[in-house]
T-cell receptor, first 113, second 115 residues
Framework: DTAVSQTPKYLVTQMGNDKSIKCEQNLGHDTMYWYKQDSKKFLKIMFSYNNKELIINETVPNRFSPKSPDKAHLNLHINSLELGDSAVYFC????????????FGPGTRLTVL | GNSVTQMEGPVTLSEEAFLTINCTYTATGYPSLFWYVQYPGEGLQLLLKATKADDKGSNKGFEATYRKETTSFHLEKGSVQVSDSAVYFCALSDRDTGTASKLTFGTGTRLQVTL
């Protein structure tokens, strides 16, 4: 019973391409997130959605566009991929509030060639 | 802005040794504090958390106490095992819109435990 799942697990693509990463949670949470982990393992929040509404947008280039068709799904679409986009992208979900634990997916390793 | 500072790794210990990973933070307001663990090739898992000053979080033999006076949340374990080898992240959650919390992570500390 996977709580937070992401597809694909690995994504290798050429510069300039457009790609999407999908995330689904079955925890019944209202809030979902995207984080980026760089090659030095540093994690930084990108976006957060609550019940399909964008709540947090951390000055991410507008080539990145999150989409939430319903509160159980938060997809990440990336246009015109650049070398610097290579990273591991993690989806997470939680209930509202600062003490709410965030549950993370297994990550998607994106490699841009 | 908020920030979390962790000791740099890697930390290499022999099995059954005592572990301390230091974590200090800077935040406005009253953050909640977390330790997450990332095993090789996997996502992050919550290890423990504390939501207010003097709270102690504990799980799987790991402990950390929320110290407001020193703005610290050091992770400790009395006797590590090889299976504890992983990257450990300290994090805080401060911004609370009522619907979403923003986690600010430290840089992570890699722990390697040998026989």
């Amino acid at each position: 019973d996977t709580a937070v799942s992401q597809t694909p697990k690995y994504l290798v693509t050429q510069m300039g391409n457009d790609k999407s990463i999908k995330c689904e949670q079955n925890l019944g949470h209202d809030t979902m997130y995207w984080y980026k982990q760089d090659s030095k393992k540093f994690l930084k929040i990108m976006f957060s959605y609550n019940n399909k509404e964008l709540i947090i947008n951390e000055t991410v280039p507008n080539r990145f566009s999150p989409k939430s068709p319903d509160k159980a799904h938060l997809n990440l679409h990336i246009n015109s991929l650049e070398l610097g986009d290579s990273a591991v992208y993690f989806c997470a979900s939680s209930q509202p509030g600062r003490s709410g634990t965030q549950y993370f997916g297994p990550g998607t390793r994106l490699t841009v060639l | 802005g908020n920030s979390v500072t962790q000791m740099e790794g890697p930390v290499t210990l022999s099995e059954e040794a005592f572990l301390t990973i230091n974590c200090t933070y800077t935040a406005t307001g009253y953050p909640s504090l977390f330790w997450y663990v990332q095993y090789p090739g996997e996502g992050l898992q919550l290890l423990l958390k504390a939501t207010k000053a003097d709270d102690k979080g504990s799980n799987k033999g790991f402990e950390a106490t929320y110290r407001k006076e020193t703005t610290s949340f050091h992770l400790e374990k009395g006797s590590v095992q090889v299976s504890d080898s992983a990257v450990y992240f300290c994090a805080l959650s401060d911004r609370d819109t009522g619907t979403a919390s923003k986690l600010t992570f430290g840089t992570g500390t890699r722990l390697q435990v040998t026989l």
